[in-house]
């Protein structure tokens, strides 16, 4: 684990392996202060948060490539990093809310960023 | 009943062993009716024989054991003192009893054929219900499966729509590349679909993405070896492709008479991994120079392929012309040769 930073409400990790819509959603949280961090599968999003202790904001997609989905990295999160505020997002309608770790928003594709920055506010206060 | 009936329907016993059962049995009968019951008519006794037969072994065998029963029948009550065996009143039943026996014979064997075709009935019927279900589970996969991908492109979409209008210079600009995007979007779409959505050949992506832009073959050279792209690179792919082509036909290569892009690949197994290089090269346009800010177009080029392709992707603004090159593992690309 990397040298302990005070955590920041405004640090955002952004798990999605879409970079478009990655890029976009790094520019709008960049653009409403926050400090984004990238990653387009979980591996790096694990590494991004061994490195980064300060994040406390994780958005993550359910559908990623590589070694994990979207939901275990998201299980892994809660386990190791309890207080993060972590919102899963997916193209899929619903999901079983018990798939979801404790304390975890669910959110439909396409979203309104700006509803889902008053959704962050709303949990990281 | 039914049990017996649904065993010989399931069952085929050879005609040898199934006529000399129905003529032990036919035997057995004359013997029972001649030792131990004497208050029936002769023939009486053979009814559920002949009819228990033509169930079970149907039509043929039911008329034998008519025939059987009817020759037993009359042994039985026969006696030499009549000159023809039999008086004229058993001969006269016998008659009557092998036309009544021959009837029930045909009327059972037909029950056991409508029998047939009934349980037939039941089973095609439990099978279209099986493949109905089964059919209705497959679509509502569909359904899901669509309405996920359908959002996951929205969102795209989106995003692509927020970042044109977050670099536009003004609405109208925007609206011009916004519409070129959705219909490279577009063209992307009907090849990925051609294809379940799965994957997409190369050189069909290049040339529904490119067509529109200048002549394939003749502006924009295409070459190299088969190859297919995974669902998400393939969009990446083509909005890139598109942004390439829009650039050089506003600054480029295309935007004159003479100048033309060559836009080659192929698959380089030298260090290990089999590796993608890929080169988009202008030729013959005006004087490149550096663009002073990085758009949708540069970011769609260089920062979206390098994530979805895993690799190397870098665009250089030459003197003599764009060139844009991609360096990644297929595998890892996730793109699959032929």
């Known amino acids: 684990m990397g040298q302990s930073k005070p955590i920041n409400t405004h640090n955002i990790l952004l798990v999605e392996d879409e970079a478009i819509i990655r890029f976009e959603l790094a520019d709008f949280f960049s653009d409403a202060g926050y400090e984004v961090f990238e990653a387009g599968d979980a591996d790096e999003a694990i590494a991004i948060l061994e490195r980064e202790t300060s994040i406390r904001v994780v958005l993550t997609d359910i559908q990623l490539p ?16 309890p207080p993060t505020v972590l919102l ?6 619903h999901i079983a809310s018990e798939a979801l770790p404790l304390n975890t928003r669910f959110i439909t594709k396409p979203f309104d960023p700006a509803r889902l920055l008053q959704q962050i506010d709303q949990m990281t206060r | 009943m039914d049990r017996f009936l649904e065993w010989s329907l399931e069952h085929t016993v050879p005609p040898l062993y199934r006529f000399v059962a129905i003529t032990v049995a036919v035997i057995l009968v004359g013997i029972v009716r001649t030792l131990f019951v004497t208050s029936l008519l002769p023939w009486l006794f053979f009814i559920p024989l002949i009819v228990f037969v033509a169930l079970v072994f149907g039509r043929g065998a039911g008329l034998y054991a ?42 059972s064997a037909e029950l056991r054929s409508a029998f047939a075709r009934y349980r037939n009935l039941v089973a095609q019927h439990a099978r279209t219900n099986d493949e109905l279900k089964t059919a209705e589970g497959q679509q509502l996969l569909l359904n899901e499966e669509l309405s996920h991908r359908l959002k996951n492109v929205l969102a795209v979409v989106q995003s692509v729509v927020s970042q044109t209008l977050r670099q536009a210079n003004d609405l109208p600009s925007a609206n011009t590349a916004l519409s070129a995007r959705l219909v490279a979007l577009g063209n992307a779409t009907t090849v990925l679909t051609a294809n379940s959505w799965a994957s997409a050949d190369i050189t069909a992506m290049i040339t529904q993405v490119l067509s529109p832009h200048a002549e394939i073959g003749s502006r924009i050279k295409v070459s190299g070896p088969p190859l297919t792209l995974n669902s998400r690179g393939a969009l990446a792919f083509a909005l890139a492709l598109h942004e390439l082509a829009t650039n050089a036909a506003k600054y480029g290569a295309l935007s004159n008479e003479t100048g033309h892009v060559e836009l080659t690949w192929n698959i380089d197994r030298q260090a290990g991994e089999p590796r993608l290089r890929l080169l988009w090269e202008e030729i013959g346009g005006p004087p490149v120079t550096s663009p002073t800010r990085r758009g949708f177009g540069s970011t769609m080029i260089e920062r979206s392929l390098k994530s979805y392709f895993r690799g190397e992707a870098k665009l250089e603004y030459r003197p003599e012309g764009l060139r844009f090159e991609v360096d990644c593992e297929l595998e890892a690309a996730g793109m699959v040769e032929g």
Do not use: N
């Not at chain 2, 009550?77 to 009557?96: N, T």
């Open chain 2, 66 to 107: 008519s025939v059987a029963s009817t020759i037993v029948a009359a042994f039985t009550i026969s006696s030499r003192a009549e000159p023809l065996w039999l008086s004229g009143p058993q001969w006269a039943g016998s008659l009557l009893f092998l036309v009544v026996t021959l009837g029930l014979a045909w009327l």
């Open chain 1, 66 to 81: 590589g070694s994990m989905d979207g939901l275990k990295l998201a299980h892994y999160v809660r386990d190791r990093y």
């Open chain 1, 88 to 93: 899963v997002t997916s193209g899929a309608a």
